[in-house]
């Protein structure tokens, strides 16, 4: 069985031949570099390697294949409990096509983003990635719902919700860099809970990335614990 997949969709937004390798087995450092080597010689432009572990011992491959390490993804789980009061400026989003003001704000939430570290990538592709994930999520493609915090006919911040596994799952939560810091965010993140119990999940989910160490306090705060980490390498073939 191949170790690696070609990412068509990927491959046709980016126009780059793109694969991905997954390690399920554990893979060594040298079957790493075998697939590469394959995939070098298949004319991949772009290979995303999704490790178990963070690989301490990688640097030959690393410098061989144009690679780094661009993200250190934390998957944060909970289980649900009790409903809690909604904060009334919280409502479900209506309309199938964003705001200006909800596409700042995805925009905005993938600072941390591989898509945005990664200097190989132009920004405006980045950019051009997160819209089509909010467009696609109000319209209920990839989501379930969105939610949206109004403050003066402005939406300030959002979450939008949908499903993986049987799990609830957070797609995007951000609030406006203007108005952080005044518990918008627990607010959201409890509207997110009282939709997953509305809609008889038993668990909630959101993932994050390790560096956003803000982020990451606040979901353990919130009572989220790590339930998996992977660790996201890019190389340039």
Same mark, same amino acid.
């Not at 087995?25 to 570099?33: I, K």
């Not at 003001?101 to 939430?109: C, M, R, T, Y």
């Not at 109004?150 to 939560?173: C, F, Q, R």
């Not at 560096?211 to 992977?230: Q, R």
């Given at each position: ?15 780059? $031949? ?11 450092n ?5 697939i ?7 004319? !991949? ?9 963070? /690989?301490?011992?990688? %640097? ?5 294949? +144009? #690679? ?13 409990? $009790? /409903? %809690?009061?909604?904060?009334?400026e ?5 309309? +199938? ?9 995805? =925009?905005?939430?993938?600072? !941390?983003? /591989?898509?945005?570290? %990664? ?22 493609? =990839? ?13 300030? &911040?959002?979450?939008?919700?949908g ?7 957070? #797609?995007?939560?951000?609030v406006?860099?203007?108005f ?5 965010? $627990?607010?959201?993140?409890?509207? &997110? ?29 919130? #009572? ?14």
């Amino acid at each position: 069985m191949e170790n690696y997949s070609f990412l068509e969709w990927d491959s046709n937004f980016f126009q780059k $031949k793109i694969a991905k390798i997954t390690d399920i087995n554990n893979l060594l450092n040298e079957e790493v570099n075998e697939i590469l080597e394959i995939l070098k010689s298949k004319k !991949y432009n772009l290979v995303y390697f999704f490790s178990k572990k963070e /690989r301490n011992s990688f %640097d030959k491959i690393l410098k061989k294949y +144009n #690679g780094k390490i661009l993200d250190k993804k934390v998957t944060y789980l909970k289980t649900m409990s $009790k /409903r %809690d009061i909604l904060s009334s400026e919280i409502v479900k989003y209506k309309l +199938n096509y964003p705001t200006n003001d909800l596409i700042k704000l995805a =925009i905005d939430a993938g600072i !941390y983003s /591989r898509f945005n570290i %990664d200097e190989n990538i132009k920004k405006y592709k980045f950019e051009e990635l997160y819209k089509n994930w909010i467009i696609n999520s109000v319209n209920k493609s =990839i989501a379930k719902d969105v939610l949206v915090y109004n403050y003066k006919n402005k939406i300030i &911040a959002m979450v939008t919700l949908g499903e993986k596994n049987n799990i609830a799952d957070i #797609g995007i939560i951000a609030v406006n860099e203007n108005f952080r810091g005044k518990g918008i965010g $627990k607010k959201l993140i409890l509207s &997110a809970e009282n939709w997953a119990i509305e809609n008889n999940f038993k668990k909630l989910q959101v993932v994050t990335q390790k560096d956003n160490i803000n982020a990451c306090k606040f979901y353990e705060n919130s #009572g989220y614990k790590i339930s998996k980490t992977e660790y996201i390498y890019h190389f340039w073939l």
